[in-house]
C-alpha cells in the first residue's frame, strides 16, 4: 500500500519562503506529485519528480530524495494568493493517484 | 494545460434520488478518467477508475452499485450516486490524465453534493 505524510497547516507571511515536507511509504515508487487546492475549488497540478533533486518552477521548487523516502515543496516570495492546502500525491498501479492529507497554507500581511 | 470540465458544478437532491455527474476532457481524449471524493478539509479519495469501453475498477469499500461509472467515448466519464442519502454528500472531483504524462493529472473543478 502507500501511506504519506505532510504537516496539517503552516503559517508565513507574505514574502517569505516556506517549505511543506512529505515523507511516503510506497511498495513501487513512480515518482512524487505535488498538487495545489484552494478552497472550493479544484486541486491543480504543481510539479512532479520522478528522480532526485530539485526541480524549479517559477516561485515554486520542489525536492525529491528517493533513499529518504522524503520531498518538500518550497513556496519563496509569498503572496496573498498561495493561500490553500497542498498535497502531495504518490501514482501507484501506474494510472492511479494517492494523495496526502494536505497542508493548509495560511500566508499573513 | 488539458482541461477537464465536470458539471454540475452543484446539486441539492432529495433522499432516495438519483443523481448523474458529468466528466468531460474537452482537449484531450481520455481512455482513463477518475473519480474522486472529498469531505470538507479533507484528503482526495479514489474511488473508482473509469475505462473507456469497460467496466469501471472500483477501490476497496466504494460501492459499485450505488456508484455507477460509465465511461462510454474517450471524452466523456458519468458517475451516477443511486438512491443518494444525507451521507453521500460531498465534493465529488473527476480526474484525468493524458497517455504517457505521468504525475500528472488535470481535474474537472468539482461537483458539490447536498443530500436533503
Known amino acids: 500500500g502507500q501511506s504519506l505524510e505532510q504537516p496539517s497547516e503552516v503559517t508565513a507571511v507574505e514574502g517569505a519562503i516556506v517549505q511543506i515536507n512529505c515523507t511516503y511509504q510506497?511498495?513501487?515508487?513512480?515518482?512524487l506529485s505535488w498538487y495545489q487546492q484552494h478552497d472550493g475549488g479544484a486541486p491543480t497540478f504543481l510539479s512532479y519528480?520522478?528522480?532526485?533533486g530539485l526541480e524549479e518552477t517559477g516561485r515554486f521548487s520542489s525536492f525529491l530524495s528517493r533513499s529518504d523516502s522524503y520531498g518538500y515543496l518550497l513556496l519563496q516570495e509569498l503572496q496573498m494568493k498561495d493561500s490553500a492546502s497542498y498535497f502531495c500525491a504518490l501514482p501507484y498501479n501506474f494510472n492511479k493517484f494517492y494523495f496526502g492529507s494536505g497542508t493548509k497554507l495560511n500566508v499573513k500581511p | 494545460g488539458a482541461v477537464v470540465s465536470q458539471h454540475p458544478s452543484w446539486v441539492i437532491c432529495k433522499s432516495g434520488t438519483s443523481v448523474k455527474i458529468e466528466c468531460r476532457s474537452l482537449d484531450f481524449q481520455a481512455t482513463t478518467m477518475f473519480w474522486y471524493r472529498q469531505f470538507p478539509k479533507q484528503s482526495l479519495m479514489l474511488m473508482a477508475t473509469s475505462n473507456e469501453g469497460s467496466k469501471a475498477t472500483y477501490e476497496q469499500g466504494v460501492e459499485k452499485d450505488k456508484f455507477l461509472i460509465n465511461h462510454a467515448s474517450l471524452t466523456l466519464s458519468t458517475l451516477t450516486v443511486t438512491s443518494a442519502h444525507p451521507e453521500d454528500s460531498s465534493f465529488y472531483i473527476c480526474?484525468?490524465?493524458?497517455?504517457?504524462?505521468?504525475?500528472?493529472?488535470?481535474f474537472g473543478p468539482g461537483t458539490r453534493l447536498t443530500v436533503t
Open positions: 480526474s484525468a490524465r493524458e497517455t504517457g504524462v505521468l504525475g500528472e493529472q488535470y
Open positions: 510506497t511498495s513501487g515508487f513512480y515518482g
Open positions: 519528480n520522478a528522480l532526485d
